[in-house]
Every structure is written in structure tokens, then in C-alpha cells.
């Protein structure tokens, strides 16, 4: 996984902060490979509870997360319970690597 103990951090805790604290978060795509360089972020945040604006709350932790972690591309994807799992959402789930318990 190309993140530092530091870069997990900021993204558990700002997703915490703004999705709720039983938030999961699943790095995905290029950067949980080792062998990969460069890329951007690709997170899959999973909420216990209803979202009401799920679009509004991922650009609001990504904004949060350039802040912390500086300009770089961070794209984030949230899911809820009454979110229909999409293919990228199965992806994730199968190859992320899993930040929180």
C-alpha cells in the first residue's frame, strides 16, 4: 500500500468526522499496489446510516482530504445502506485494502 501511517490518519479521522465514526474506508485501485507508480487516491467510504446528500459529503471529505494531504487527486466514493451496489462499489470491496476496522 503506497500511504504513509500518517497520509491513513488524516483519511480515517476526516472521514470519520464528516461520514460518521462506525465509517469503514477502502483504499482502492493503483495505490494499494506497491509496484504502481504515482496515481491518484480512489476511497470507498461505507456509512452505517442513512446519507441524505451522499454526492455533497464525498466532495466534502475529498476537500478535507486535499487540505490535510495537499493537491493532489483524491477521488471518493460513498455508499449507504440503500445505496444499489454498482460494479465499482464490488471492486472496491474485493481488491480495497480496508483503513479502519
Do not use: N, Y
Request: charged share 25%; aromatic share 2%.
Amino acid at each position: 500500500m503506497r500511504l504513509s501511517p500518517a497520509q491513513i490518519q488524516d483519511i480515517v479521522h476526516t472521514a470519520r468526522e464528516l461520514v460518521g465514526h462506525d465509517a469503514r474506508v477502502w483504499l482502492f485501485g493503483s495505490r494499494v499496489r506497491d509496484d504502481a507508480v504515482g496515481g491518484d487516491i480512489d476511497l470507498l467510504i461505507e456509512s452505517a446510516g442513512r446519507v441524505e446528500q451522499p454526492v455533497w459529503l464525498a466532495a466534502q471529505v475529498s476537500a478535507g482530504l486535499q487540505r490535510k494531504l495537499g493537491e493532489r487527486r483524491i477521488d471518493v466514493l460513498l455508499v449507504d445502506p440503500q445505496t444499489p451496489r454498482e460494479p465499482i462499489h464490488q471492486v472496491a470491496l474485493a481488491e480495497g485494502a480496508l483503513l479502519t476496522p
